[in-house]
């Protein structure tokens, strides 16, 4: 059994049509959250998303959509926010309004638990592993999101993977990132894309400049949380 699990994906419907090519032969494909937000393809990746029956959950980017709310720590964030939110179809944001905060999968190698924020608005890099993962029933595998950060830990009961930002990373290796699970062991991936699509569509939809700045630089961005 093959799953492959990503995160962070905000509307990058480029590396979106990638992986579902590379990876085509997959049981499951699971999204950790913020599917959408930040790039200019709000409609284009959930219409994915329904046909493809990739199993999502709520990250704060699909919060502040459905409750028209702004992401305070980003202005270029929150003016994407906006304009999806005018932009999405009806069908899509019932779609996004049936997504749940954690899903349970069970699978032929163990339970999974996906939930986007690990720890629920505490910090988003520390981890006290154990007790979330008592806190989720302890399943054999938790995946998470929103660091954009790839982390891989193996508790006493649970093992935690973050598969890191497959539309927006921000490590030191600039780098989308991924995982598969086959069998039960996991593996780590990357995936390279051309970035010039998504510029072109942000100049075309008048979305925050400051994107292409971010994308003509490598992924690099040093005012930018996600």
Do not use: C
């Not at 492959?4 to 959250?33: C, M, P, Q, R, Y």
């Not at 999806?84 to 009806?90: G, K, L, V």
């Amino acid at each position: 059994m093959k799953v492959t699990i990503f995160s962070d994906l905000h509307s990058n419907l480029v590396a979106l049509e990638k992986l579902l090519e590379l990876e085509k032969d997959s049981d499951i494909f699971l999204s950790a959250g913020d599917f959408i937000g930040i790039f200019p393809f709000v409609n284009e990746v959930l219409d994915i998303a329904r046909e493809a029956h990739i199993l999502n959950v709520l990250g704060d980017h699909e919060m502040a959509l459905l409750n028209n709310s702004e992401l305070p720590q980003s202005v270029s964030a929150s003016d994407s926010i906006k304009k999806q939110s005018s932009e999405i179809s009806a069908v899509n944001f019932s779609f996004l309004q049936r997504m749940k905060f954690t899903e349970e999968i069970n699978t032929e190698f163990g339970d999974l638990a996906l939930i986007h924020d690990l720890n629920q608005g505490g910090s988003k890099y520390i981890y006290d592993f154990e007790e979330r993962g008592n806190f989720l029933e302890n399943p054999n595998f938790v995946i998470f999101g929103h660091s954009h950060l790839v982390n891989l830990y193996h508790g006493k009961k649970s093992t935690f993977l973050n598969p890191g930002s497959i539309g927006f990373p921000v490590s030191h290796q600039k780098i989308p990132t991924y995982a598969l699970i086959i069998d039960g062991k996991i593996h780590l991936k990357e995936l390279q894309i051309d970035p010039y699509p998504l510029i072109r569509q942000i100049e075309k939809s008048h979305y925050h400049k400051s994107l292409i700045d971010y994308l003509e630089n490598n992924y690099t961005w040093q005012s930018w949380s996600g």
